[in-house]
Each structure stands twice: as structure tokens, then as C-alpha cells.
């Protein structure tokens, strides 16, 4: 079997973590898949797939043969399309993650200027706040948003997110408009605790160029951006939260900006993806796209 076949036929085993759905996926015998991987890990001399009865899984070698596999396959695609009839650029699937409220508010509007500009690249667009496996949850690129665990992916920094502090108005007319960081005793917050470590965070400002926290005492608390805003809406506490992500609500006067000049510090932004040199043609182009967006709508 040709190489660039076998590298196809492992990859699908990878991302589908299972033989049977690989071969259906590839409309092949499901014999042939095994009798294809069997014969990859004969030429490249090391067992690149654990197997168990319930599900397949790369192997430390195998999870860094995936990413050469994925980028060469890439390229074979992208010359194979080079010179097709109707063939303008780059093609083929880019499967992305980000954050649900970035995803929804700001790049699933702009995906149509996107796609119009590049007709043969498909997104699977995946929202969600917690922290994904690119390997596991087969996704090409994650955009994550604040500090960075040491995760060996290559990140590309996409700029900050402007965090302010809001309440609606309802809930400063029953507990006063805070001035400063000393009067937030007397208030609550709708608190925000991490999808993946379920930590909650302290209330933040800079002041002199330094980091404050504080803990706001709050009855409500939530790990997910989405509920985080409707909970504020709701007249449940102050949250700070992007920018962006209120605007709409800031003007419409369903929310209320307070203690502009103590803001909590922007957070990163930042594109993940497994190693530079396997990068597509069409994440580059979406990337760049991306961080031009991100600049424009999170100002």
C-alpha cells in the first residue's frame, strides 16, 4: 500500500480511536485497516497504537508520528489541489476550538467574510470554556484565553481582552455604586470558578502598576461565561468580565460599568497548535484572519 494511504489510514485510526470507525469513515474493511497499520509500524520499526478491547490510543511514538502524518498529508492535499479545475487556494477541513461567548459574539458573524475569501477551506467550529486535548478531541488549533500551562504546543499570541467591572442597575440601586476597591465589603460578585480546576476567582485590580486580589463574598456561583453574564443581568452581583462580551449590553443599559479606573489586567490571548512545522496552509491563513479579528472587536 502506498505510504501517503497508509499515513491517511492512520491518522483517521487516531482521531476516531477505533478501527471500525476509521474503516467506515474510509468506506474500507475493517481488515484492511489493521492489515494497514500493522504494515506502517513494521516500516517505521515501533508500535505506534495501544489497543485495548474498548479503544485505540497512540502510543508516545505514535502521538508524534500522528503530527508528521497530519502535516504530510496536508501537503499531499494541498498539491493534489494545486491544479484542479475551479482550485483558487488552499482547501480542506480546519477544525477549531475556542471559547463559546468568543465564538459566538465575535467569530461565528465573521465567518462568512472568511469562507467567501477562501471557498474550499471547511470549519468545524467547536465553543466550549474548558481545556481540550488537541490529539484526543482531534482539533487543529485552540484558542485559549489567559495564563498558559507548559504544554509543548507551539502558541501564537492573538493580543489581550480588556477586562471592566459591571453590574446592572437594578443591583446598584438595592447595594450602592462601589467607588474603589475598599468599598466592595458590603457587595457581591456572581463568582466565577474554572471549568477545569473549579478554583474561584478573586476580585482584581491594578493599582501602581501592581496585582490586588481580594475575595468578594457572592451566593451564586458559576463556570461558565455564558451564565456568568445572565446571572449579572439578573441583578446577582458585580462580575468582571472582557470587554467585548457586554458592549451591547453596556449600551442598551442592561449593564453599568464601575471602578473604571481599577480594572482587573487584561488577559492573553493566544492560538494554540501541536508544532510549526505542521502548519497547514489553511490554519495560516485562518490564524492570520483570527488575530485580524480578535484586534478589531476586542479594542
Given at each position: 500500500?502506498?505510504?501517503i494511504?497508509?499515513?491517511r489510514?492512520f ?15 474510509l468506506n474500507m ?13 513494521a ?16 502510543t ?11 502535516r504530510?498529508v ?15 487556494g ?5 477544525r ?31 465553543v ?5 486535548n ?10 485559549r ?10 502558541a501564537r ?6 477586562l ?9 440601586a ?16 456572581v ?11 478573586e ?10 486580589t ?12 455564558e ?5 449579572c443581568?439578573a ?9 467585548y ?15 473604571p ?33 480578535l ?5
Amino acid at each position: 500500500m502506498d505510504r501517503i494511504d497508509l499515513f491517511r489510514i492512520f491518522t483517521r485510526v487516531v482521531e476516531t480511536s477505533s478501527f471500525t470507525h476509521a474503516a467506515d469513515t474510509l468506506n474500507m474493511p475493517r481488515s484492511s485497516v489493521s492489515t494497514a497499520i500493522q504494515e506502517l509500524e513494521a516500516r517505521v520499526g515501533t508500535r505506534l497504537l495501544a489497543r485495548t478491547t474498548r479503544s485505540v490510543a497512540p502510543t508516545p511514538d505514535g502521538a508524534a508520528f500522528y503530527h508528521h502524518c497530519v502535516r504530510l498529508v496536508a501537503d499531499v492535499e494541498e498539491t493534489e489541489n494545486l491544479f484542479r479545475s475551479g482550485s483558487a487556494g488552499p482547501g480542506g477541513l480546519l477544525r477549531v476550538d475556542m471559547p463559546g461567548r468568543i465564538g459566538r459574539l465575535l467569530v461565528a458573524p465573521a465567518l462568512p467574510t472568511f469562507l467567501q475569501r477562501y471557498p474550499d477551506i471547511d470549519i468545524e467550529l467547536g465553543v466550549t470554556d474548558r481545556a481540550i486535548n488537541l490529539i484526543e478531541d482531534r482539533v487543529d488549533c485552540v484558542l485559549r484565553i489567559g495564563p498558559l500551562q507548559d504544554s509543548g504546543l507551539i502558541a501564537r499570541r492573538m493580543g489581550e481582552l480588556p477586562l471592566i467591572n459591571v453590574a446592572s442597575p437594578a443591583y446598584l440601586a438595592s447595594h450602592g455604586i462601589p467607588l474603589r476597591p475598599s468599598e466592595l465589603g458590603g457587595h457581591e460578585a456572581v463568582r466565577y470558578a474554572s471549568p477545569t480546576t473549579g478554583r474561584v476567582e478573586e476580585w482584581e485590580w491594578v493599582e501602581n502598576g501592581s496585582i490586588h486580589t481580594m475575595p468578594l463574598s457572592g451566593r451564586v456561583s458559576v463556570n461558565n461565561a455564558e451564565t456568568l453574564v445572565a446571572c449579572c443581568l439578573a441583578g446577582l452581583g458585580l462580575i468582571q468580565v472582557p470587554a467585548y462580551d457586554v458592549r451591547h449590553h453596556i449600551q442598551r443599559g442592561e449593564l453599568v460599568e464601575v471602578m473604571p479606573d481599577w480594572r482587573a489586567e487584561p488577559m492573553s490571548m493566544t492560538l494554540l497548535y501541536p508544532h510549526r512545522q505542521h502548519l497547514s496552509r489553511r490554519l495560516q491563513l485562518f490564524a492570520d484572519w483570527l488575530a485580524i479579528l480578535l484586534a478589531r472587536e476586542t479594542a
